[in-house]
């Protein structure tokens, strides 16, 4: 059976050798502070039954990851008790007619932009607490690969590499300086990957904020930029958009959400589906340098997850050459991430990016590592003094002429990837075909067989 793939090409892996890819790590988003300002949450008010006894519903329980909390709090603000990571239950917590706010609380203690209000009325029951908002869903099997360049020769060639993958997503729209849409599209290709088995959410791309401003003021604003996407996708015969629009200033924050909106009735129409990159965030990865913060915090997560089918968290580039040392993808620095991502998506509505590449770190220029794909990093280590790091779980390896790299094999590949069952998502985005190695779709056959 083949599986639904998306290599999500978010080009913050500057997993590539070109020069663009290296731009494109040096500008990634970095997760706020707790201290940050992030975008609003609509608060909701529904209805609780009284007396209740009060847990968390299984999907609010992913998003309560480590030192985090959601706190209970009355009208005045006296706290009435707590959820942590255990769960926990809420007994009689207050009688008919109260009202009750539920916060997300981060490690620090300091409360977060996600909160909600619930009345307590009805009769006695148990009750699962959880954000209006949620919906009930079944997780797809997506494995979802970005694609680079225009030589359909090589990219036909990836996708049979790569049996296991069934969507793939190229960069055919990219944002240029003055705000156009240079066009890569290609209905041929469309053609040929369906032959596979294979279907397109090709990508329209760009990591400039002032170029994004430019597009949706030369497009003549946010809707009509996305009819103008949905009529070229409809020509080119693909079954959906990747949006990989990164890096934009809060002031264009609300436009991308219209855009992402508008294209995606567009696309239900006729049967597409809309798919947006969402950069990394939690609330104690600090942000460096911090004039990138808006790359993170800018994102209206929840009115984006709203607009469109799916989120793709691109759940890598921990480290870089303005985050100097250090794995791309920490398995536990992806749970974080993942975890306050769910704050604002339900997990079927989520695909879980991973890193097909890695960085070579010189002790002596440190802020200029190179990127290069997994089977590359595994033959550099080969050889290399293995050490357990006592801050990351990914082994650390010290190649004897000043060079270090950490361990992103073909199994670290599978560790992260083995999230998705676990917290219940629909499927991997893999950054991206060329740097993935046949070792590595093995790694994640088991899974895609259970």
């Known amino acids: 059976m083949r599986y639904l793939i998306v290599a999500a090409c978010c080009l913050a892996l500057a997993a590539c050798t070109t020069s663009t890819d290296d731009v494109v790590a040096e500008s990634l988003a970095t997760a706020a502070p707790s201290s940050a300002v992030a975008p609003t949450t609509t608060t909701t008010t529904t209805t609780l039954p009284a007396p209740q006894a009060l847990r968390l519903s299984t999907t609010e329980h992913l998003a309560v990851h480590g030192e985090v909390t959601i706190r209970v709090t009355d009208p005045s603000g006296k706290e009435l008790g707590r959820f942590d990571a255990d769960g926990g239950i809420l007994a009689d917590v207050a009688p008919v007619g109260s009202e009750l706010r539920f916060t997300y609380h981060a490690p620090d203690g300091n409360p977060t932009d996600v909160t909600w209000t619930q009345i307590v009325v009805g009769e006695p029951r148990w009750d699962e607490v959880e954000q209006p ?13 970005w694609q680079v360049g225009s030589n359909q020769g090589t990219q036909l060639a990836q996708l049979a590499a790569a049996p296991q993958v069934s969507v793939a997503s190229p960069i055919w ?27 397109l959410w090709p990508a329209i791309q760009s990591l400039d904020d002032d170029a994004i401003a430019a597009y949706f003021a030369a497009s003549g ?15 080119a015969g693909v079954a959906g958009v990747n949006v990989d629009i990164e890096g934009y200033r809060a002031g264009e924050a609300q436009m991308v959400v219209e855009f992402v909106g508008a294209l995606t009735d567009h696309l239900h129409q006729w049967g597409g589906v809309v798919s947006v990159d969402m950069v990394p965030r939690s609330d104690g990865w600090d942000i460096t340098p911090k004039t990138h913060e808006y790359w993170s915090t800018a ?7 709203a607009a469109s089918d799916f989120v793709i968290l691109m759940a890598y580039d921990q480290h870089n050459s303005l985050r100097p040392a250090g794995p791309v993808a920490d398995p536990e620095w992806v749970e974080e991430v993942l975890a306050y991502e769910l704050r604002y998506s339900d997990p ?24 290069v794909g997994i089977g590359a990093i595994a033959a550099t280590a080969d050889g290399g003094v293995v050490r357990d790091d006592p801050e990351f779980s990914v082994p650390r390896v010290e190649l004897g002429d000043g060079r270090l790299t950490w361990l992103e094999d073909d199994s670290a590949f599978r560790v992260r990837a083995e999230l998705v ?8 985005a893999a950054w991206r075909l060329g740097l993935d190695t046949p070792e590595a779709w093995n790694q994640l056959n088991p899974m895609l067989d259970d």
């Not at 079927?348 to 990127?371: C, F, K, N, T």
């Not at 069952?421 to 991997?428: D, F, I, M, Q, R």
């Open 133 to 145: 908002w949620r919906t009930d869903g079944v997780a797809e099997q997506i494995v979802l690969g």
């Open 173 to 199: 729209w990219q944002i240029t300086d003055d705000g156009s849409l240079d066009d890569l599209s290609r209905p041929d290709y469309a053609i040929a990957a369906a032959e596979l088995g294979v279907v």
């Open 221 to 235: 604003g946010p809707q009509a930029a996305a009819d103008d996407v949905a009529v070229r996708a409809k020509a």
């Open 299 to 305: 994102p209206l997560r929840r009115e984006l997850a």
């Open 348 to 371: 079927h509505q989520v695909i879980l990016g991973v890193p097909m590449y890695g960085r070579i770190w010189d002790e002596a220029d440190i802020g200029s590592p190179r990127a």
């Open 421 to 428: 069952p676990e917290y219940g998502l629909s499927g991997w």
